[in-house]
């Protein structure tokens, strides 16, 4: 019981971790689009200024952490998680959250997306118009995917203390 106690309070941990990472992520993408907004004010809108190419480098970076840091999470939860709460838990709690791990495809093809947008923008193959839309939708798609993550992990939170909590009970 204890060993499954732990792999909850770890995996609870980790939420907090990947959560900060990717609202990082999302102040980055934010802050590439208001720089090219300060440099339409100032002239035409050029693609692949260092100012620009710099903030989408960072984003890259940052992306690569937090796919890093999910991935494993991911992984950690469809193994040792699911393991454990099949073992000790109630069938009800290892169905709900044999459910939620069914969202961690549709997760896993949101990153690679917004991974796939960054490489456009960097590429610099894109004219004006479609590096304007291309970032805007990036944007978009970093901020939603950020808060399809926070309910779901809200949500296995709130499974994951049931479960604690349950344990903890069963052992007194």
């Given amino acids: 019981m204890d060993e499954v106690i732990t792999i909850i309070d770890k995996i609870l ?3 907090r971790t990947i959560m900060q990472r990717l609202q990082r992520m999302e102040q ?9 907004g300060l440099d339409k004010a100032k002239e035409v809108f050029m693609p692949g200024r260092l100012e620009q190419k710099e903030g989408l480098k960072k984003l890259k970076e940052l992306q690569e952490k937090v796919e890093q840091g999910l991935y494993a999470h991911f992984n950690w939860e469809e193994t040792a998680l699911m393991s454990a709460v099949e073992k000790h838990g109630e069938k ?12 961690h495809k549709d997760l896993r093809n949101r990153i690679a997306h917004s991974k796939k947008h960054v490489a456009d923008l ?9 590096w304007e839309a291309t970032a805007h939708d990036m944007r978009a798609h970093i901020s939603h995917t950020r808060k399809l993550l926070e309910a779901h992990a809200a949500i296995e939170q709130e499974l994951l203390q049931e479960l604690r909590d349950e344990l903890v009970k069963s052992q007194k």
Wanted: proline fraction near 0%.
């Fill in 13 to 15: 941990e980790e939420h």
């Fill in 28 to 36: 980055v993408a934010n802050d590439t689009e208001a720089m090219a």
């Fill in 92 to 103: 009800k709690i290892a169905s709900a959250l044999q459910t939620l791990l069914i969202e």
């Fill in 122 to 130: 960097l590429g610099g193959g894109l004219s004006r118009t479609v």
